[in-house]
């Protein structure tokens, strides 16, 4: 039987119970067969005893080690995968740079959650499970297709296992979402996997039974606590939160809207300011969790679904709960700062085997459609992660538009949201083949990176907006007059005073190579005066000998009285040795002073040189602050240029101002809303990324 409405699917006889009931999808169902009204599989005691404790299921194939998610590390993502516990080779048909098992993960990348859902009874009769988590990162799988037989270890950002709670789901993928939506970054949670698998469990869940409750529900919970919190803390005057969801199905590319099925199917448009959204669809204030509750509630009742093989209430469309979150500030200077964000929890149709799930007619049509849809999800998946690899230059066809979903939910897949996909996944072994395929899925969408800013807008009146216009023109005046022209002369005296130190400095090292020529010069003088005064000296010195023989000779001759045979006197030859020896004294001395003068003027010449050495380097740190002083002034003129900017284009986007009016006396004041225009947040929407962690945002996605 093809998808239909779950209220229409009850007996008269069960209108008053049926939202409730309803709502509560699989809780009816038990097994692969469509037998309703077989006891809820939670009554076999798979049910966890209580939240944040999940009880071990005596049903669960292959036990896993516990998962290090309690209550204080709920909300964290394990930081890095734990050690295996032995080495197995990667599965050949993960892609190597799938990030399976690699930390080149970022905090913005897409984050996989794989959760594996508890054996029934008869799958754990059949024999061994395809598979087994083996820590709170790792899980253990059948290699795929012909390669059935090899286990492969796989790594995720998390791996719940059979025994996991849904509060476990919760403290791990719902908390830190709920802080993303507080701190104004978009987020998305996408359930995927087979049909049966447990994704709508995971969405969703029992709505009447506390411990069974879903993501959505525990979300909104969440969200309205802390919604309050903040509200407490500053007081509601200062700060406001508004929330508004939708809730749409999209069964066959046909989009209804699921809080008025009746209505005719939606049209998706495209809008610069708003990006992709679906015209027409019923957009409902949310007040508290009782309205998100009664909200999820109505979407659910409506969602088409249908007893299959596989599933006895399978979900045959897609269903996107979409919730904007917004807070306005109120700052004192009239004006109020918005934050909002999206986020969509989106419960993907299963896909499924056609063969496996025994559809004909018109339900073979409908499986085709949501396997159709899911393989573009793949391909979008696939080629986004390529032309990510590729890197922003290379252009790379992305097929967002050959799927409705994919058209609408582009923002989530490489776009401004944090996402997180959990892939819900059957540990029997009929259902390797399937299982595989969707852990390979989760593989790729692991490499997904997403740019998620805080999106931020300021609003006011448009009073506000002029008087804040009026101080930002005063302030610009006043920094032309004030700054600019003593800027500019500034700038110009350090560049003029940067120039002469340069050109001194340049005089100055002339001067100190001339002077170390000189100094040069006088050693050689210096050294010459030395050699000739040695020479003048060693002159002297065979004088003074041959004087001193002479006269002795003189001696010898006057004593034998044969000094009239010589040729000259003794008197006179002691005359001549005397006068040449004080020619070679004087000599020696002229060398002497020669010699000192030379030296003087060397070290003189040297003391110059080092003088002018140190003046240079003064001169040279005096010129290296000018040109320091002359970048400093260039920057604050660049500055003042883009403040100027600034302004302008602030202007520029301003509307024509238009008379004021006067309020009437006792007139109420203006609504909440009446400061927002609807729509204008996405177009003006100016974030930053380094916000998002400024802004406290505790989680770890
Ligand atoms: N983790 C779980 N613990 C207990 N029961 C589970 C779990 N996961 C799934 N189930 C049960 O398995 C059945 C099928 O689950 P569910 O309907 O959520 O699958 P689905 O993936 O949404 O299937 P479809 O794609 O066909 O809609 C339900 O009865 C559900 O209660």
Redesign the pocket.
């Given at each position: 039987m093809p998808g239909r409405r779950r209220c229409a699917a009850r007996g008269p006889e069960n209108e008053a119970a049926k939202p409730e009931r309803l709502a509560e999808?699989?809780?009816?169902?038990?097994?692969a067969t469509p037998l309703r009204g077989k006891p809820?599989?939670?009554d076999r005691g798979?049910?966890?005893a209580a939240s944040g404790t999940p009880a071990k299921?005596p049903s669960t194939l292959g036990r896993p080690p516990p998962l290090a998610l309690g209550p204080a590390s709920g909300a964290k993502w394990p930081s890095k995968p734990p050690a295996t516990p032995r080495s197995a080779p990667r599965s050949s048909a993960s892609p190597p740079e799938s990030g399976a098992g690699t930390s080149s993960a970022t905090s913005d990348n897409v984050k996989v959650v794989i959760?594996?859902?508890?054996a029934?009874p008869e799958e754990e009769a059949a024999g061994s499970a395809c598979v087994q988590q083996r820590s709170g990162q790792v899980l253990e799988a059948d290699g795929p297709g012909h390669e059935r037989r090899r286990r492969d270890e796989l790594h995720y950002d998390a791996v719940?296992g059979?025994d996991?709670a849904?509060d476990d789901v919760f403290q791990l993928v719902g908390l830190p979402v709920v802080e993303h939506c507080m701190s104004g970054l978009n987020a998305s949670i996408f359930?995927y996997?087979?049909?049966?698998?447990?994704?709508?469990?995971?969405?969703?869940?029992?709505l009447s039974n506390a411990d069974?409750r879903g993501l959505a529900p525990r979300i909104f919970d969440a969200l309205f606590a802390r919604i309050a919190q903040e509200e407490t803390r500053l007081g509601r005057e200062k700060l406001r939160y508004s929330v508004r969801c939708t809730y749409l199905e999209i069964y066959r590319e046909e989009l209804t809207d699921l809080l008025r099925p009746a209505g005719p199917p939606l049209a998706l448009r495209l809008d610069a300011a708003r990006g992709a959204f679906v015209d027409g669809l019923e957009e409902r204030d949310i007040f508290n969790s009782d309205d998100a509750m009664a909200l999820i509630r109505c979407g659910s009742e409506h969602r088409r679904?249908a007893a299959?093989a596989?599933?006895?209430?399978?979900?045959?469309s897609h269903a996107v709960l979409a919730c904007q979150v917004e807070s306005m500030r109120r700052e004192d200077s009239g004006l109020a700062s918005v934050r909002s964000s999206r986020l969509y929890l989106v419960?993907?149709?299963?896909?499924?085997r056609v063969r496996a799930s025994g559809a004909g007619g018109a339900q073979l049509r409908e499986t085709c459609a949501?396997n159709s849809s899911l393989t573009t999800l793949g391909r979008v998946i696939a080629e986004l992660v390529e032309a990510q690899r590729r890197g922003a230059a290379a252009r790379h066809h992305v097929p967002y538009r050959d799927s409705r979903l994919t058209f609408l939910l582009q923002d989530c897949l490489g776009g401004n949201a944090r996402t997180v996909i959990v892939a819900?996944v059957s540990p029997a072994a009929e259902h390797a083949g399937e299982t595989r395929s969707t852990l390979e899925f989760a593989a790729r969408a692991k490499c997904i990176r997403n740019r998620a800013v805080v999106n931020r807008d300021t609003r006011g009146s448009a009073d506000a907006l002029r008087g804040q216009l009026a101080c930002l023109e005063r302030e610009l005046e006043l920094a032309r007059s004030e700054s600019r022209g003593p800027l500019l002369e500034e700038l110009a005296a350090a560049q003029a005073d940067a120039d002469r130190e340069r050109a001194a400095a340049s005089a100055a090292s002339e001067e100190a190579a001339t002077v170390r020529v000189d100094a040069a010069r006088a050693a050689v003088d210096a050294r010459r005066h030395r050699k000739e005064a040695a020479r003048w000296e060693g002159h002297a010195f065979a004088l003074q000998l041959e004087r001193d023989a002479l006269v002795a000779a003189m001696v010898r001759a006057a004593g034998a009285g044969t000094a009239a045979a010589a040729a000259e006197s003794p008197l006179e030859l002691a005359q001549r040795l005397g006068a040449e020896r004080a020619a070679a004294v004087e000599g020696i001395a002229a060398e002497q002073s020669a010699r000192r003068a030379a030296e003087d003027r060397a070290a003189a010449a040297e003391s110059h040189s080092s003088g002018l050495e140190q003046a240079l380097e003064a001169a040279e740190r005096r010129a290296e602050a000018a040109r320091e002083q002359a970048a400093r002034l260039a920057a604050r003129e660049r500055q003042l240029r883009g403040a100027y900017k600034d302004i302008q284009s602030i202007m520029a986007s301003l509307p024509p101002p238009t008379p004021r009016s006067t309020p009437r006396e006792g007139a109420p004041p203006a609504p909440w809303h009446a400061l927002t225009s609807p729509g204008s947040s996405a177009a003006a929407w100016e974030s930053s990324a380094g916000e998002a962690s400024s802004s406290g945002d505790p989680s770890a996605l």
């Open positions: 999808k699989g809780a009816a169902q038990g097994a809820q599989r939670r798979t049910v966890p299921t959760r594996i859902r508890p029934r719940l059979a996991a849904q359930a996997g087979q049909t049966g698998s447990g994704k709508t469990h995971t969405m969703t869940g029992m069974q679904s299959t596989m599933n006895a209430d399978s979900s045959r419960d993907l149709a299963g896909s499924e949501i819900a």
